[in-house]
């Protein structure tokens, strides 16, 4: 699971070059993403989607996007209260879970 900030509508230029340095060890890997931002990351959720396809590894069907908004964070741009932040999507994450299992299982068969 690739968990990144949305920043301007995309994900960060840190986790592209590690993803193209690592391009052979990511081949028919599993994976998901979890973009956060003020409206919930989906335009680099479906960036960084697009560049997992390129990299030909196996995108679950499940993703976040959290919305975490100026009101979550201090002054320290720290969650307040990381339980209050994330409850809403408890139940997403409990089914990519799922899916990630068994993602890995089909791995080892």
Known sequence: MFVFPQYNWGYPA????????LYHE??????????Y????G???????LGV????????LDNHLE??????DVDGSWQL????????PYRDQVRAID???IEALKDDQR
């Open 14 to 21: 840190a986790l592209k070059n590690a993803l193209d340095f």
């Open 26 to 35: 990511w081949h028919d890997k599993p994976a998901t993403v979890a973009g």
């Open 37 to 40: 931002g003020t409206r919930g």
């Open 42 to 48: 989906n335009k680099g959720v479906a960036q960084l």
């Open 52 to 59: 997992l396809q390129g990299l030909h590894m196996r995108a």
């Open 66 to 71: 959290l919305v975490v908004t100026d009101a």
């Open 80 to 87: 307040k209260d990381v339980e209050a932040t994330l409850h």
């Open 98 to 100: 799922e899916q990630l």
